[in-house]
Each structure stands twice: as structure tokens, then as C-alpha cells.
Nanobody, 123 residues
Framework: QVQLVESGGGLVQTGGSLRLSCAAS????????MAWFRQAPGKERERVTA????????YYADSVKGRFTISRDNAKNTVYLQMSSLKPEDTAVYYC????????????????WGQGTQVTVSS
């Protein structure tokens, strides 16, 4: 069992930056691929980025490439999402997710989820 708790969301102006954190419980965190999803009102949940268990492989949606960076610290059981050059279309609830069998694109393929943290980018 893995419990995930996100933090770091908030209100930021266009062009600003935020860093989200996802703290995981459990001794097997380092064996899970991790991902950040987001869901805006009226839209489907979409994967923003993912990282392999070792941190050696990362994946990014085209919409965030060059602006967002995912990283993890397995010693601290934490995954991070550094967001820069934020745009109003980045406004959403951001969720952290864990998967035991490697990174995947579909939300349904993830085993554990956090409660989400709101990110609002004002224009």
C-alpha cells in the first residue's frame, strides 16, 4: 500500500513558477514509476509527466516540454514537479500517481493516487 500526499499548489501569475511535491508512504516507493496528472474543469484527466522508478527515464506531454521538470528523491520518498513559464491553460488540479509496473499513459493504469492540489494561473 502506498499513500500519496501532494503539496505546493497555489495561485501564480502567467510566467511564474511553482514546485509541487508528492510525499509517499511505504517502503517500496523506489520500486514505483511515478506520474503527475492534471484535470481541468470539464476535461479528462491527462498525464503531464512521468518518471521511472530509478529516475533515469522521464516522459512529458508536448504541452509542457521545456517548461516542466519531474524529479524524484527515493531517499525522501518524494517526487517533484517543477513548473515554470506557467500559462493560464495550466490551471487544473494536479494529482500524483504511482504504478508498480512502469510508467503508463492512461490514468486507469495507475495503482495509487493522491488527493490533488489546485494550481491556478492568472492572466
Amino acid at each position: 500500500q502506498v499513500q500519496l500526499v501532494e503539496s505546493g499548489g497555489g495561485l501564480v501569475q502567467t510566467g511564474g513558477s511553482l514546485r509541487l511535491s508528492c510525499a509517499a508512504s511505504g517502503r517500496t516507493f523506489s520500486s514505483y514509476a511515478m506520474a503527475w496528472f492534471r484535470q481541468a474543469p470539464g476535461k479528462e484527466r491527462e498525464r503531464v509527466t512521468a518518471i521511472s522508478w530509478s529516475g533515469g527515464t522521464t516522459y512529458y506531454a508536448d504541452s509542457v516540454k521545456g517548461r516542466f521538470t519531474i524529479s524524484r528523491d527515493n531517499a525522501k520518498n518524494t517526487v517533484y514537479l517543477q513548473m515554470s513559464s506557467l500559462k493560464p491553460e495550466d490551471t487544473a488540479v494536479y494529482y500524483c500517481a504511482a504504478r508498480s509496473r512502469g510508467a503508463a499513459i492512461r490514468a486507469d493504469d495507475y495503482d495509487y493516487w493522491g488527493q490533488g492540489t489546485q494550481v491556478t494561473v492568472s492572466s
